[in-house]
């Protein structure tokens, strides 16, 4: 089956490809056969890897022939032998192979009478392969073997028993689903198994990841989140099925395409009655359905239903496991509804509800509900509903909760389908402004941050609704979350200002209002907030919550203005007391702001980055991984990137991205992966990632803001547009109202950095006003860190060691080689690499405009060479290059010897006892980078290797092209035989 093969990529199946090479053209010795058969259901794409891998045979050296069989039976003896020899006769311009094609077709045509004919046929066949394929590897391709005639049959097993003395290999595909029962193909193939050489693979669907990949290869472009999770669900991952969704997807096309719907019917027609009940109720269920439950929905007897089951599992249709039955695509279900009447359809939910609710095992609640609702039935589906969401919430399925919430609103005004009678229960009384405010704080919960703002404003408009300050609260807390901060601080205000509030509500306001200014990076007034709060919460009962919110902003607000020891036992006090309570939020609170707080001013980067994972770890089991998981893996990422281990911050990064996070939790991700990828060099990804985030911001606070601005500026000064750095800084300086002196700190250093490179570049003028304003803010840095506590003054003094040797650039034209050694021997300090690297640059970069040291400047360059690829910083790598040249200097401080020697034969002897020591030819790579060239030599493209490794394609070909220059060679044949060649015997 196929679809436009065409213009579908071969997608997830680099591995199987790699694999067929092998079995079927490397460790085929001359002489010797083998086999492989691919089996899989229908439109799992054989056909499509039969036509990739006769393409890459022929590229490989082997003849290859390739012939499909007929669905006529014996019809056509050897059909697809003959149909091979023709179309590779068709394409000959060999006039002596051409005659040994012709010949060989003769035979087939002659009369073999007698008891020996078959036999004489079948040697006469091999003789003429053997003269075709003259010295050349044969591999003989055949499609749909499932309608194999009975003579090729006998001839796959004369060849594949070696009694051809040809050497031949075979690739073939069946239709799984068409073995069934005594199918004469089932008795060749166990026959086959028992050679060494044969291997039956059944070609399993696409991944997600694979799904994904081709959806958007068909569509154009990447499918939204929504729609790859229904297009993973209805396809079932069948290429055939994915193919034609995303075709009806690009061309606006509603509903079901008449190819799917017929290909689906045929194969449900084809079952025997009982199966095709059992199929169809399977396709009302919820997956999984339970063995017993599907008995009594059927009502067929034991061994009755266990046969139709059976028969369904070799269809292809369902899929047993221990859990119960599902079907293998659920695009079944939507194309089996349509052949239903709706009485028919109602009728089994009906039965399937009945039988749940009788049962004696514990109640489905979730099950229920669907069941009831879809039976026509909302008086009866309410309640279940309500059950199963107070459920989920009680395990922090809060994704759940909300859908369930969300279905109990639809049900509590819808009417009902069905007449009523008196054995049905009335109609369960309900409050709606309880299902509004149950579904907003679950939406919220689980980071659907929009819905539950929609859901908010539906509640203000209930008579029965909360009263003012209440909603000012809420309303804030969702805004916070959605990352409008300036709207949300405004909304707590309103709430503290509420003539009507009550002591415990304004305990709240003013504890969340302490944390939202946390977050802004106003700690003095987060800190004064916080001590209100703190005393609000003494004088009622009640306030856990709001004593760890509060106790978490003053702790932060306290180490890092005053006193970091005494901060930090205050935060550590709040997470255990957030810990007893066993609040999900508490929790995450309390541990974002230690792992921020450790990562960031306390600079105590090793314990921040472990107190950030497990807490993501924590909250993931508290069911809130869409959101405080996210930010708190976000905040690893930073510890992680800064400390140098940017291959494992990509992992970490690209974990956090599963989740699909929306609103403030987001944002915080895109920066953490921007931040890697501007020191990457990777332009348009960083460039991707900042629009998102600009787009994503309505009203943010500095929180985000300023690392935004941070980020476009030195994306900027990578890309030699000095203008836009400066006006990136100059909108910081202007927005921000933040006491934090370390961000100041590196907004001013990217500010003076931006009108040195402009200076230096001679690209656009220096601003004498932006430069004046510099001085000042760093001036005032310089005032405020000198009475902050020690670990934040350590922080700030290293980038105002960066700002002022970025001065002294300014003031001569070529900077001060001892300020740029001081800024260096900071950040070696506090084992930062990447600036410490920057800063060996500039300083060699002094030393060489002074015409001084140059041996020193020299040894600088290859220092910061060694850090820049280390990290896989490829725009400071390429600087550091372009001045080695211009100076003459050697990075590269390699012996004669470090040119690749080959191995010798493990039988010869050692040249001399004073060997040369091997030399690692990757020595210069990352660790991602080695994983990534380790793919490359698996023949994997950038689009497999991305899938594998959890990055995006672009990003791997910045990768691969950083490779190629650290090895210094130009393709991927290349690469791979230098990464083939290093590796341990």
């Known amino acids: 089956m196929g679809s436009d093969v065409d213009t579908a990529p071969l997608v997830g199946r680099a591995g199987t490809l790699a694999m067929l090479r092998s079995a079927l053209l490397d460790d085929v010795a001359p002489g010797h056969t083998a086999a492989v058969f691919l089996t899989g259901e229908s439109g799992v794409g054989k056909t499509r890897l039969l036509a990739e891998v006769s393409g890459r045979l022929r590229d490989w050296g082997a003849l290859v022939l390739t012939g499909s069989c007929l669905d006529i039976g014996d019809a056509s003896p050897l059909h697809p032998l003959r149909q091979a020899l023709r179309r590779f006769d068709a394409e000959l311009t060999d006039a002596r192979t051409s005659s040994a094609v012709r010949k060989l077709l003769q035979v087939f045509d002659e009369e073999n009478p007698g008891p020996d004919g078959a036999g004489a046929l079948l040697d006469r066949v091999s003789q003429g392969l053997h003269v075709v394929a003259g010295g050349r590897p044969l591999v003989l391709v055949l499609d749909d073997l499932q309608w194999v005639d009975r003579s090729t049959r006998q001839l796959l097993l004369y060849l594949l028993a070696g009694l051809g003395d040809l050497q031949l290999s075979v690739l073939a595909a069946i239709r799984a689903e068409a073995l069934q029962g005594a199918h004469p193909l089932r008795r060749v193939l166990t026959e086959l198994r028992r050679l060494r050489s044969v291997r039956v693979l059944d070609l399993a669907p696409l991944d997600r990841a694979g799904t994904d990949e081709l959806a958007a290869a068909i569509a154009g472009a990447p499918l939204p989140g929504d729609a790859a999770d229904q297009m993973w669900r209805r396809s079932g991952g069948n290429p055939f099925v994915v193919e034609e969704l995303a075709r009806d997807l690009r061309d606006g096309r509603d509903g079901l395409s008449d190819t799917l719907r017929e290909v689906f019917l045929a194969r449900v027609d084809a079952l025997p009655q009982h199966a095709h009940a059992v199929v169809h109720a399977v396709a009302a269920g919820v997956e999984p359905v339970e063995h017993w439950l599907l ?115 639809q049900l509590a005004t819808a009417p009902a389908a069905v007449s009523p009678s008196a054995d049905r229960p009335a109609p369960v009384g309900v409050d709606r402004a309880e299902l509004l405010e149950h579904a907003a704080e679950t939406a919220h919960h689980c980071g659907e941050h929009a819905r539950a703002l929609a859901l908010l404003e539906e509640l203000a408009a209930e008579p029965a609704g909360p009263q003012a300050c209440g909603l000012h609260i ?295 006003t932006a430069v004046r304003r510099l001085r000042e803010v760093v001036d005032r840095v310089a005032g405020k860190s000198e009475k902050a506590p020690a670990p934040v003054r350590y922080v700030a003094d290293a980038f105002l060691a960066l700002c002022d040797a970025e001065i002294s650039r300014l003031d001569d034209g070529r900077g001060d080689p001892e300020l740029w050694a001081r800024s260096a021997t900071e950040w070696d300090r506090r084992n930062h690499p990447y600036p410490a690297a920057y800063s060996r640059l500039r300083q060699a970069e002094a030393l060489l405009a002074r015409r001084s040291r140059v041996a020193t400047a020299g040894k600088l360059l290859r220092q910061a060479y060694r850090m820049a690829q280390a990290l896989g910083a490829m725009p400071l790598s390429s600087e550091i290059r372009t001045l080695a040249g211009r100076a003459r200097v050697t990075l590269e401080e390699s012996p004669p010897t470090a040119r690749h020697v080959p191995r010798p034969r493990a039988a010869a002897p050692a040249a001399t006892p004073a060997a040369a020591p091997a030399v690692d030819e990757l020595a210069a790579l990352t660790a991602r980078e080695r994983e990534v060239l380790a793919a490359v030599a698996e023949g994997l493209t950038n689009r497999e290797i991305g899938q594998r490794l959890f990055i995006s394609e672009r990003t791997i070909g910045v990768h691969v092209s950083h490779i190629f220059d650290k090895l210094q060679v130009r393709t991927r044949v290349q690469a791979s035989a230098i990464f083939l060649r290093s590796r341990p015997e």
Not at 514 to 528: K, M, N, Q, V, W
Not at 534 to 560: I, K, M
Not at 564 to 587: F, H, I, K
Request: hydrophobic share 50%.
């Open 295 to 409: 008995a009594q929905v059927v009502r067929l007897p034991e061994a009755e239903l266990i046969e139709a089951v059976r028969a369904a599992v070799a269809h292809r249709l369902l899929v047993s496991a221990d859990d119960g039955y599902r079907l293998r695509h659920r695009l079944v279900a939507e194309v089996l509804a349509h052949e239903l009447l709706p009485a028919e359809r109602a009728a089994l939910h009906r039965r399937y509800a009945e039988v749940l609710t009788s049962a004696t095992a514990e109640l489905h609640q979730a099950r229920l509900a669907h069941h009831w609702r879809l039976a026509g039935e909302p008086g009866r589906a309410l309640p279940a509903a309500m059950a199963a969401a107070r459920e989920a919430e009680r395990l922090h399925g809060y994704a759940e909760a909300h859908r369930h919430w969300s279905a109990a609103l």
């Open 474 to 768: 809420r309303r804030a807390r969702y805004l916070a979350a959605a990352g409008r901060s300036a709207l949300a601080e405004a909304e707590y205000r309103q709430a503290l200002a509420t003539a009507d509030r009550t002591p415990h509500e304004r305990a709240t306001a003013a504890a969340r209002l302490a944390e939202l200014l946390l977050h802004l990076g106003r700690y003095a007034e987060a800190g004064d907030q916080a001590r209100e709060a703190l005393e609000l919460a003494a004088a009622v009962d009640g306030t856990t919550s709001e004593v760890v919110l509060a106790s978490a902003a003053l702790g932060y607000s306290e180490a890092f203005l005053e006193d970091p020891d005494g901060g930090l036992a205050v935060m550590r006090q709040a997470l255990e007391t957030a810990e007893r309570s066993g609040r999900p939020e508490d929790v995450a609170c309390a541990y974002l702001h230690l792992a921020e707080l450790l990562t960031g001013p306390l600079n105590i980067l090793e314990e921040g980055v472990v107190v950030a994972r497990r807490g993501a770890e924590r909250v993931a089991e508290l069911g809130l991984g869409r959101t405080w998981e996210t930010r708190l893996l976000a905040i690893a990422t930073n510890g992680l990137f800064r400390v140098g281990q940017w291959a494992e911050a990509e992992k970490v990064v690209a974990a956090a991205l599963r989740h699909r996070p929306s609103g403030a939790d987001a944002v915080e991700l895109l920066l953490a992966r921007c931040r890697l990828s501007v020191g990457y060099g990777d332009i348009e990804a960083s460039d991707r990632d900042l629009e998102a985030v600009a787009m994503m911001l309505a009203g943010g606070g500095a929180r985000h803001v300023l690392p935004m601005l941070i980020l476009r500026a030195g994306l900027a000064m990578w890309e030699g547009r000095h203008d836009l750095a400066r006006q990136a800084v100059q909108r910081g300086l202007t927005e921000s109202r933040s006491d934090d002196v370390i961000v100041l700190a590196t907004l001013a250093w990217h500010g003076l950095r931006a009108e040195a490179e402009a200076y230096a570049s001679r690209t656009i003028a220096v601003d004498p």
